[in-house]
T-cell receptor, first 111, second 113 residues
Framework: DAKTTQPPSMDCAEGRAANLPCNHS???????VYWYRQIHSQGPQYIIH?????ETNEMASLIITEDRKSSTLILPHATLRDTAVYYC????????????WGLGTSLAVNP | EAQVTQNPRYLITVTGKKLTVTCSQN?????MSWYRQDPGLGLRQIYY???????DKGDVPEGYKVSRKEKRNFPLILESPSPNQTSLYFC????????????FGSGTQLSVL
């Protein structure tokens, strides 16, 4: 599975959009991009995933570049409760696949 | 409410004293897995199960056992805990596979003295 690179930490002002980048330059055609977050030692929480097209759900938007070598997770109006570690993971779909977890980006949303 | 329930939340024990961490899910998921999380290392998979009576080793299985006698339960057993198993443990489940949307429990902080 492709490796991902994320900045170790980021800051964002409350109410503003948080844009979290992820680089996955070795991604192959059948690999998905997954995003999870972990709030202060709680269990990780699934946010969103995508293959090629941009995706949006009630939590966030996922923008994947046309060459698929990078992506951005967008939290449109960040709140203090969005302070967490955000993980970007690339993996092929399939029952025998597993997600390889890196160290993620620690996002601090400031008042 | 759909959830993965782990117990206990906190556990302090001594070296060599057998313990079990329970995990239960109410979503009829086929796939369940155990992870440990240590500072600077991220989440590492211990064991996983694709279905009842089917279990397999993850990346760090030494010192752990699991069983999957029922679909909803996937206990993690430490037969002789050692201090290097002090860690934060998470159970997770998904509908079918390990790369699908995973649902995590709230974690078990284990300290082995």
């Amino acid at each position: 599975d492709a490796k991902t690179t994320q900045p170790p930490s980021m800051d964002c002002a409350e109410g503003r959009a948080a844009n979290l980048p992820c680089n996955h330059s070795t991604i192959s055609g059948n690999e998905y991009v997954y995003w999870y977050r972990q709030i202060h030692s709680q269990g990780p929480q699934y946010i969103i995933h995508g293959l090629k097209n941009n995706e949006t759900n009630e939590m966030a938007s996922l923008i994947i570049t046309e060459d698929r070598k990078s992506s951005t997770l967008i939290l449109p109006h960040a709140t203090l409760r969005d302070t967490a570690v955000y993980y970007c993971i690339v993996s092929r779909a399939g029952n025998n696949r597993k997600l390889i977890w890196g160290l993620g980006t620690s996002l601090a949303v400031n008042p | 409410e759909a959830q993965v329930t782990q117990n206990p939340r906190y556990l302090i024990t001594v070296t060599g004293k057998k313990l079990t961490v329970t995990c239960s899910q109410n979503m009829n998921h086929e796939y369940m897995s155990w992870y440990r999380q240590d500072p600077g290392l991220g989440l590492r998979q211990i064991y996983y199960s694709m279905n009842v009576e089917v279990t397999d080793k993850g990346d760090v299985p030494e010192g752990y056992k699991v069983s999957r006698k029922e679909k909803r339960n996937f206990p993690l057993i430490l037969e002789s805990p050692s201090p290097n198993q002090t860690s934060l443990y998470f159970c997770a489940s998904s509908l079918r596979g390990g790369s699908e949307k995973l649902f995590f429990g709230s974690g078990t902080q284990l300290s082995v003295l």
